[in-house]
């Protein structure tokens, strides 16, 4: 009779799973939809209206979502980060998360440093906004080889505990045209793992 309803638990487990992963995928699937819609909606942005069938996107994979833990830095001072166009952009280090993939085969805990831009500080739209700029061993190849980015903001992290989310991870407008100072990822936030996830290169 064990083994009996251990099976019937499985079976009905089945039809649950495969429903919350579908919902992620149709829930992911117009979450790029809009992400597209309002770049292209820019009048002064980097991509045309022709350019949309030009986008591409790993299939979505709830296996790159994971909750990282938070470290906040203490007593950051602003630094400069370098731009695709040669000028620097002041940022502060917020703090650093680590995480692990752990649905991946293989997986380990990795980090990534988490910034603020010193210039929206004290912009009241943006003072709580987050960025976390970085490198895998996808880029040149499947991914932009500049880097992909990752937003959060202040909320996002509760109790030392925040979110991570690959699947939404985009481009910066270098990407997609010339003209634009998109910062470089630090060497600190090269990852030596692939992250099959989000935005793929763009295709010119």
């Known amino acids: 009779m064990t083994a009996v309803k251990y099976l019937l638990q499985l079976v009905l487990l089945i039809p649950t799973a495969f429903a919350s992963a579908q919902s992620y995928t149709d829930s ?8 597209v819609a309002e770049l292209v909606a820019e009048s002064n942005g980097p991509v045309k209206p022709s350019q949309v069938k030009n986008f591409q996107f790993f ?3 709830p296996r790159y979502r994971t909750v990282a833990s938070f470290e906040p830095t203490i007593g950051a001072q602003p630094f400069k980060v370098q731009t695709h166009s040669g000028k620097q952009k002041p940022f502060k280090e917020y703090g650093i998360i680590t995480f692990t993939l752990n649905e991946l085969p293989g997986a380990t805990a990795e980090t990534l440093h988490v910034y603020q831009s010193v210039n929206l500080i004290n912009n009241e739209a943006h003072k709580n906004d987050l960025f976390i700029p970085f490198n895998d061993r996808t880029n040149y190849e499947l991914t932009y080889a500049g880097g992909r980015y990752i937003d959060l903001t202040i909320d996002d992290i509760v109790n030392g505990k925040v979110t991570i989310d690959f699947n939404k991870c985009y481009n910066p407008y270098c990407a997609y045209a010339d003209g634009w100072s998109c910062p470089i990822p630090p060497k600190e936030n090269n990852l030596p793992i692939e ?3 989000g935005e793929k290169m763009f295709i010119h």
Not at 28 to 35: D, E, F, P, S, T
Request: positive net charge; without cysteine; aromatic residues 14%.
């Open 28 to 35: 992911m699937v117009k979450y790029r939809q809009k992400y």
């Open 59 to 61: 299939a979505p994979d």
């Open 195 to 197: 992250i099959k996830a």
